[in-house]
């Protein structure tokens, strides 16, 4: 009796599975259910494929700004550009500023 057949009940092993976590089914079957055949010996096995994303985004930072101090002030309104970023699973990259300094601020 070697007419084992096995089947998955989502995807193939060789599909492209989407982050996080996916679970699978494997069934083993000793015959193919008929008619005259209904009841067939039958075992599974369940298993997890977790997908992460170990890969940081990339950031792309303004030019450095040097420029000299206000006339009569020690300070100067500096003008500088965006960041950039992006990442090989987001859609969309969040990129924040840490510091309360806007561009257009006076800078000491």
């Not at 996080?20 to 010996?41: L, R, S």
């Not at 699973?89 to 990129?95: K, S, V």
Request: glycine share 4%; proline share 8%; charged share 5%.
């Amino acid at each position: 009796c070697n007419n084992a057949r096995v089947y998955s009940d989502s995807q193939y092993p060789s599909k492209q599975y989407p982050l996080g976590v996916t679970g699978e089914t494997w069934v083993a079957f000793d015959a193919i259910p008929t008619m005259q055949q209904p009841n067939v010996n039958v075992a599974s096995c369940f298993f997890t494929i977790t997908v992460t994303d170990n890969e940081a985004p990339a950031i792309v930072c303004p030019a450095n700004v040097t420029l000299p101090n206000q006339v009569g002030f020690c300070h100067a309104q500096a003008f500088f550009g965006q960041a950039t970023a992006t990442d090989n699973c987001a859609a969309t990259t969040t990129i924040t500023q840490p510091t309360n300094w806007v561009n257009g601020s006076n800078f000491p």
